[in-house]
C-alpha cells in the first residue's frame, strides 16, 4: 500500500503546473512545455479540441432555427450571460451558464461576470484587440496617484510583445504614435472611405487625436510560424465566436494548446476544478494543488514545483483566497490583507453615433474582423481634464443597405430583392480606464457553496463618480469630432451596462514593488509564495484602456522565462 | 358554414374520394401543429397569412419556403405569453373578418381579397391586431430573407467572402 501510495503521487508530480488554459492559461503552457518542464494542464470545462469541436462552424445562417435568437428558455435562465453581446444561438455551447456556477452580487452593485469553461477558456470567444500598452499607461498610477507604482515600465515588456505578437500574428499599420506603439504586424486591413475620411479630418483639427485601423489578432498573411501552427489565412466569415476552422484568428485551441501538445510534454486534464493551492506548512513552500474532478466530485492532488495561475481574473482570485494554511489563514500569499481588493474594468458603458452624407458612389466589399480605433487622447502626457485617466474609442463606418419593407404582396417580395444605399453610418464605442479601488473587491462567500463545494465568490464592483465624468467627456469630445467631420444626426447613447459585461475584470492580486502593498512581484511571483506565478488578468495594477489580453500573453511568457531561469539556478 | 364541415360535405359530395389533407384532419381532432404553438387549423391559417404578404411568382412565396412554421416556431420559443395570445387571437380575427366581410373563409378568398383583408388590418385603428400582423409580417420577412433559398438564389450570401475592400464603387 505504501508503495502504491508513493507511486500515485509520483504519477501525479509534474515539473508545473498551469490552471486554466485560456489565453494566459494557453501561452504558460506553451512556454513551460516548449523549454522542456513535465507540465499538467487542468482546466475546469471540457476539452475543446481545435476544429472538430467547433459545433456550429460551418453552419448556415438559415440552419439556426431561432436565426441566432434565443429562446426565452434560455434568456430568462440566464439572465447575466445573455447580457453578453455574444451569447447567441451559434457560441452559447462556449458560455458559462448562470446556474452553472453561481455567485454573489452585492445589494445595489450589479456585476456581469462573463465566462468561458472550457478548453481555450475566453479565446474563443474574445474580441481579439490587441493593443500595447504604452509607458504613459505603465506610469499612470505613480504620476496620478492610485494603486500602486506598477513594478515594470513599457521598456520592461517590449521585447515579450514582439514575442508574442510575432507567434499570434498581429495585424496592424505602424502608426508611430507614443500613445499606443507600434507592435510586429502583419499587413493591416483597410479602412474604408469614410474611416479615411474622418481620420484626415480629425488629423486636421486636432494635433494629437488619431484614427487608426484595429490591431487585431488576425492572420492577414501567414509566416512559416503561422503555418507551423497549422493555421491559415484569416478568411473574413468574421464568425469567429463559432471558432475559426482554419485557425485565422488566435486562440489557444488554434494555437498555444496544440503546439504545447506537440512537445510531449503537456498533459492536459480537463474536468479538473482547482479547490486550492497546497501550501506546505512542514516544507514552507507550495508543492500542488487540490482538484475536484467535475465528474466524479472526487477530491484529488497533483504536484509540481512551479504553479501558474491563470484561472481567469476573478477566479484566480478565488482560488487564492480559498488556499488556506496555518502559514496563510487569510488566503495564499495575503499577508497585507489586500488579496481581492482594488479590482478593476474598462468602462463601455457609452456610444456616439451618426450618418455621412458623402462617398454616396462608394461602398465597401466583403467583410472586415477589425474596426476602426481612436487611440486615448485625453491626459496622456499631463492631467488636463476634472477626471483621472482617459478613454480609447472603436470608430467604425459602414454603408448600410435596407429594402423597402411597406405594403403586403409581389409588391414587398420585389422590393426585398432590391437592396437601396442609405447614408453612411458612423458609429463610435468608449473604453474607459477605470481606477481600482479598495471598496471595489471580491471576497469569499463562505456559507455558499457552488456545485464543487468550493466557497462561492462575492463580487462587489461599481461605477464611481470619475467613470461617470468620463462617460460625459467621451460623449462631448466624440460628438465634437463627428461635427467636425460634417456627421449628422448625430446622437449619444449610455447602454447602462453592467460592470463585467467588458469583460476586462483585472486585479485583485496586483503586481507592485512592495510587499506591503502588493502581492506580486515584477516577475508575476507571488512575493510571499515565489514558486506561485499569476499572469492573468488578476495582477494588473491599472488596467489603461487597452483590450487586455495581448499583455497576459506577454506577461506570461516573460514570467515562464523566470520562472524557468529561477528554476536551473536553484532559486525555485 | 364551419369550414371543416364544408370540408366534409365537399369530401361527402365528391364520392368521399377526396383525401383530406393532413392539417385538415388535425384540425377536426383540434391536434396541435408540428411546431406545437397553434392548433392544426390556425397554423393553416398562418401559412395562408405569410403567404399574401410574400406570395409565390416566379420564385417560390413564403408558404412554400416554410415561412409559416418559422413564424410559429419564433413566436413560440422567442415571444412572451402575450405575444403568442395576440398571434392566437390575430389568426382568429383573420378569419372572424374574412367570415363578416366575404361569408367565405380567409382559404377561399381570391388573392386580391386576402391582401386587401390584411391591408385593411394594417390600415385600420385595432392597435392589437395591427400589433399582431405587425409581428407576423416581420417574423415573415425574416423567415423568407434568411430562407435557403433566398440567400442561396436571390441574394447570394457569401459565407466565406475572404476579403475586404474598404472602398468601391456602388454597382448601378
Same mark, same amino acid.
Given at each position: 500500500m505504501a508503495n502504491f501510495n508513493i507511486d500515485s503521487k509520483k504519477a501525479r508530480t509534474y515539473d508545473a503546473i498551469v490552471i486554466g488554459s485560456g489565453i494566459s492559461g494557453g501561452w504558460s503552457a506553451k512556454e513551460l512545455t516548449e523549454k522542456g518542464l513535465k507540465t499538467l494542464v487542468l482546466e475546469r470545462g471540457r476539452d475543446v479540441q481545435h476544429i472538430t469541436d467547433y459545433p456550429t462552424t460551418n453552419m448556415m445562417p438559415w440552419e439556426f432555427e431561432h436565426r441566432e435568437r434565443l429562446p426565452r428558455e434560455i434568456t430568462e435562465a440566464n439572465p447575466i450571460v445573455s447580457r453578453c453581446y455574444n451569447f447567441k444561438e451559434s457560441s452559447q455551447h462556449f458560455f458559462v451558464k448562470d446556474n452553472e456556477h453561481p455567485y454573489v452580487q452585492d445589494a445595489g452593485r450589479p456585476f456581469d461576470w462573463i465566462r468561458g469553461y472550457q478548453v481555450g477558456g475566453k479565446s474563443l470567444l474574445w474580441a481579439r484587440q490587441t493593443q500595447r500598452w504604452s509607458k504613459y499607461d505603465f506610469e499612470g498610477p505613480a504620476r496620478d496617484k492610485f494603486a500602486v507604482e506598477w513594478p515594470i515600465g513599457y521598456d520592461d515588456i517590449a521585447p515579450w510583445y514582439s514575442y508574442v505578437e510575432k507567434f499570434a500574428g498581429i495585424t496592424g499599420n505602424k502608426d508611430g504614435i507614443d500613445a499606443l506603439p507600434d507592435g510586429e504586424f502583419l499587413p493591416p486591413h483597410d479602412l474604408n472611405c469614410v474611416e479615411k475620411y474622418f481620420k484626415e479630418q480629425v488629423a486636421k483639427q486636432y494635433k494629437d487625436r488619431h484614427i487608426i485601423i484595429g490591431r487585431a489578432a488576425h492572420i492577414t498573411e501567414p509566416k512559416q510560424i503561422h503555418l507551423d501552427q497549422g493555421r491559415a489565412k484569416c478568411q473574413h466569415r468574421v464568425m469567429c465566436e463559432r471558432g475559426c476552422p482554419f485557425g485565422?484568428? #488566435?486562440?489557444?485551441?488554434?494555437?498555444?494548446?496544440?503546439?504545447?501538445?506537440?512537445?510531449?510534454?503537456?498533459?492536459?486534464?480537463?474536468?479538473?476544478?482547482?479547490?486550492?493551492?497546497?501550501?506546505?506548512?512542514?516544507?514552507?513552500?507550495? &508543492?500542488?494543488?487540490?482538484?475536484?474532478? @467535475?465528474?466524479?466530485?472526487? !477530491?484529488?492532488? #497533483?504536484?509540481?514545483?512551479?504553479?501558474?495561475?491563470?484561472?481567469?481574473?476573478?477566479?484566480?482570485?478565488?482560488?487564492?483566497?480559498?488556499?488556506?494554511?496555518?502559514?496563510?489563514?487569510?488566503?495564499?500569499?495575503?499577508?497585507?490583507? *489586500?488579496?481581492?481588493?482594488?479590482?478593476?474594468?474598462?468602462?463601455?458603458?457609452? &456610444?456616439?453615433?451618426?450618418?455621412?452624407?458623402?462617398?454616396?458612389?462608394?461602398?465597401?466589399?466583403?467583410?472586415?474582423?477589425?474596426?476602426?480605433? *481612436?487611440?486615448?487622447?485625453?491626459?496622456?502626457?499631463?492631467?488636463?481634464?476634472?477626471?483621472?485617466?482617459?478613454? @480609447?474609442?472603436?470608430?467604425?463606418?459602414?454603408?448600410? &443597405?435596407?429594402?423597402?419593407?411597406?405594403?403586403?404582396?409581389?409588391?414587398?417580395?420585389?422590393?426585398?430583392?432590391?437592396?437601396?444605399?442609405?447614408?453612411?453610418?458612423?458609429?463610435?464605442?468608449? !473604453?474607459?480606464?477605470?481606477?481600482?479601488?479598495?471598496?471595489?473587491?471580491?471576497?469569499?462567500?463562505?456559507?455558499?457553496?457552488?456545485? #464543487?463545494? *468550493?466557497?462561492?465568490?462575492? *463580487?462587489?464592483?461599481?461605477?464611481?463618480?470619475?467613470?461617470?465624468? !468620463?462617460?460625459?467627456?467621451?460623449?462631448?469630445?466624440?460628438?465634437?469630432?463627428?461635427?467636425?467631420?460634417?456627421?449628422?444626426?448625430?446622437?449619444?447613447?449610455?447602454?447602462?451596462?453592467n460592470p463585467g459585461n467588458d469583460i476586462h475584470e483585472m486585479g485583485g492580486v496586483r503586481m507592485g514593488k512592495d510587499p506591503k502593498t502588493s502581492l506580486l512581484n515584477k516577475w508575476n511571483q507571488l512575493h510571499a509564495a515565489k514558486n506561485v506565478f499569476v499572469t492573468d488578468g488578476a495582477c494588473m495594477t491599472s488596467t489603461a484602456t487597452q483590450n487586455p489580453s495581448l499583455t497576459y500573453m506577454a506577461l506570461s511568457a516573460r514570467a515562464v522565462d523566470h520562472a524557468v531561469k529561477e528554476m536551473k539556478a536553484m532559486n525555485l | 358554414m364551419e369550414r371543416r364541415v364544408a370540408l366534409k360535405n365537399m369530401a361527402a359530395a365528391m364520392g368521399a374520394m377526396v383525401v383530406m389533407p393532413a392539417w385538415a384532419s388535425g384540425w377536426n381532432t383540434k391536434a396541435v401543429s408540428a411546431v406545437g404553438l397553434l392548433d392544426a387549423g390556425k397554423a393553416e391559417t398562418l401559412a395562408l397569412v405569410v403567404e399574401t404578404i410574400i406570395p409565390k411568382t416566379d420564385t417560390p412565396g413564403a408558404r412554400e419556403l416554410g415561412v409559416g412554421g418559422f413564424v410559429e416556431k419564433m413566436v413560440k420559443d422567442c415571444y412572451d405569453a402575450k405575444a403568442q395570445a395576440g398571434l392566437s387571437a390575430g389568426l382568429d380575427a383573420v378569419e372572424a373578418i374574412s367570415k363578416k366581410n366575404f361569408n367565405k373563409s380567409y382559404a377561399d378568398l381570391t388573392k386580391q381579397q386576402q391582401l386587401s383583408l390584411l391591408e385593411g388590418i394594417d390600415k385600420g385603428s385595432d392597435a392589437d391586431l395591427k400589433g399582431f400582423l405587425g409581428l407576423v409580417k416581420n417574423l415573415t420577412i425574416q423567415g423568407y430573407t434568411s430562407s435557403e433559398y433566398v440567400m442561396t438564389n436571390i441574394t447570394h450570401y457569401e459565407m466565406i467572402p475572404a476579403r475586404y475592400h474598404g472602398c468601391v464603387p456602388v454597382k448601378k
Amino acid at each position: 500500500m505504501a508503495n502504491f501510495n508513493i507511486d500515485s503521487k509520483k504519477a501525479r508530480t509534474y515539473d508545473a503546473i498551469v490552471i486554466g488554459s485560456g489565453i494566459s492559461g494557453g501561452w504558460s503552457a506553451k512556454e513551460l512545455t516548449e523549454k522542456g518542464l513535465k507540465t499538467l494542464v487542468l482546466e475546469r470545462g471540457r476539452d475543446v479540441q481545435h476544429i472538430t469541436d467547433y459545433p456550429t462552424t460551418n453552419m448556415m445562417p438559415w440552419e439556426f432555427e431561432h436565426r441566432e435568437r434565443l429562446p426565452r428558455e434560455i434568456t430568462e435562465a440566464n439572465p447575466i450571460v445573455s447580457r453578453c453581446y455574444n451569447f447567441k444561438e451559434s457560441s452559447q455551447h462556449f458560455f458559462v451558464k448562470d446556474n452553472e456556477h453561481p455567485y454573489v452580487q452585492d445589494a445595489g452593485r450589479p456585476f456581469d461576470w462573463i465566462r468561458g469553461y472550457q478548453v481555450g477558456g475566453k479565446s474563443l470567444l474574445w474580441a481579439r484587440q490587441t493593443q500595447r500598452w504604452s509607458k504613459y499607461d505603465f506610469e499612470g498610477p505613480a504620476r496620478d496617484k492610485f494603486a500602486v507604482e506598477w513594478p515594470i515600465g513599457y521598456d520592461d515588456i517590449a521585447p515579450w510583445y514582439s514575442y508574442v505578437e510575432k507567434f499570434a500574428g498581429i495585424t496592424g499599420n505602424k502608426d508611430g504614435i507614443d500613445a499606443l506603439p507600434d507592435g510586429e504586424f502583419l499587413p493591416p486591413h483597410d479602412l474604408n472611405c469614410v474611416e479615411k475620411y474622418f481620420k484626415e479630418q480629425v488629423a486636421k483639427q486636432y494635433k494629437d487625436r488619431h484614427i487608426i485601423i484595429g490591431r487585431a489578432a488576425h492572420i492577414t498573411e501567414p509566416k512559416q510560424i503561422h503555418l507551423d501552427q497549422g493555421r491559415a489565412k484569416c478568411q473574413h466569415r468574421v464568425m469567429c465566436e463559432r471558432g475559426c476552422p482554419f485557425g485565422g484568428y #488566435f486562440s489557444s485551441n488554434a494555437s498555444t494548446m496544440p503546439w504545447a501538445m506537440k512537445t510531449g510534454n503537456m498533459t492536459l486534464r480537463p474536468h479538473s476544478v482547482v479547490h486550492s493551492v497546497i501550501y506546505d506548512d512542514k516544507k514552507q513552500k507550495v &508543492t500542488g494543488v487540490r482538484v475536484v474532478d @467535475a465528474n466524479t466530485k472526487e !477530491m484529488m492532488e #497533483f504536484y509540481a514545483n512551479i504553479i501558474f495561475v491563470n484561472a481567469a481574473a476573478l477566479n484566480t482570485n478565488l482560488i487564492l483566497m480559498n488556499s488556506i494554511s496555518s502559514r496563510f489563514p487569510n488566503g495564499l500569499g495575503n499577508d497585507n490583507g *489586500i488579496l481581492g481588493k482594488y479590482i478593476a474594468f474598462h468602462n463601455y458603458r457609452a &456610444t456616439v453615433s451618426g450618418e455621412y452624407e458623402g462617398f454616396l458612389d462608394s461602398t465597401t466589399d466583403g467583410k472586415r474582423p477589425n474596426s476602426g480605433y *481612436i487611440p486615448r487622447f485625453r491626459n496622456v502626457h499631463q492631467q488636463e481634464t476634472d477626471f483621472l485617466r482617459g478613454y @480609447a474609442a472603436g470608430f467604425g463606418a459602414d454603408r448600410r &443597405t435596407y429594402n423597402d419593407r411597406s405594403g403586403f404582396g409581389e409588391s414587398l417580395k420585389e422590393n426585398l430583392a432590391q437592396s437601396k444605399y442609405g447614408n453612411w453610418s458612423v458609429g463610435s464605442h468608449m !473604453m474607459g480606464e477605470t481606477i481600482p479601488k479598495e471598496s471595489n473587491y471580491v471576497a469569499l462567500e463562505k456559507d455558499l457553496k457552488d456545485p #464543487f463545494g *468550493i466557497p462561492q465568490l462575492k *463580487i462587489s464592483v461599481a461605477y464611481d463618480d470619475n467613470d461617470e465624468k !468620463m462617460i460625459k467627456d467621451y460623449m462631448t469630445q466624440v460628438s465634437e469630432m463627428f461635427e467636425k467631420a460634417g456627421f449628422k444626426n448625430i446622437r449619444t447613447h449610455d447602454n447602462g451596462r453592467n460592470p463585467g459585461n467588458d469583460i476586462h475584470e483585472m486585479g485583485g492580486v496586483r503586481m507592485g514593488k512592495d510587499p506591503k502593498t502588493s502581492l506580486l512581484n515584477k516577475w508575476n511571483q507571488l512575493h510571499a509564495a515565489k514558486n506561485v506565478f499569476v499572469t492573468d488578468g488578476a495582477c494588473m495594477t491599472s488596467t489603461a484602456t487597452q483590450n487586455p489580453s495581448l499583455t497576459y500573453m506577454a506577461l506570461s511568457a516573460r514570467a515562464v522565462d523566470h520562472a524557468v531561469k529561477e528554476m536551473k539556478a536553484m532559486n525555485l | 358554414m364551419e369550414r371543416r364541415v364544408a370540408l366534409k360535405n365537399m369530401a361527402a359530395a365528391m364520392g368521399a374520394m377526396v383525401v383530406m389533407p393532413a392539417w385538415a384532419s388535425g384540425w377536426n381532432t383540434k391536434a396541435v401543429s408540428a411546431v406545437g404553438l397553434l392548433d392544426a387549423g390556425k397554423a393553416e391559417t398562418l401559412a395562408l397569412v405569410v403567404e399574401t404578404i410574400i406570395p409565390k411568382t416566379d420564385t417560390p412565396g413564403a408558404r412554400e419556403l416554410g415561412v409559416g412554421g418559422f413564424v410559429e416556431k419564433m413566436v413560440k420559443d422567442c415571444y412572451d405569453a402575450k405575444a403568442q395570445a395576440g398571434l392566437s387571437a390575430g389568426l382568429d380575427a383573420v378569419e372572424a373578418i374574412s367570415k363578416k366581410n366575404f361569408n367565405k373563409s380567409y382559404a377561399d378568398l381570391t388573392k386580391q381579397q386576402q391582401l386587401s383583408l390584411l391591408e385593411g388590418i394594417d390600415k385600420g385603428s385595432d392597435a392589437d391586431l395591427k400589433g399582431f400582423l405587425g409581428l407576423v409580417k416581420n417574423l415573415t420577412i425574416q423567415g423568407y430573407t434568411s430562407s435557403e433559398y433566398v440567400m442561396t438564389n436571390i441574394t447570394h450570401y457569401e459565407m466565406i467572402p475572404a476579403r475586404y475592400h474598404g472602398c468601391v464603387p456602388v454597382k448601378k
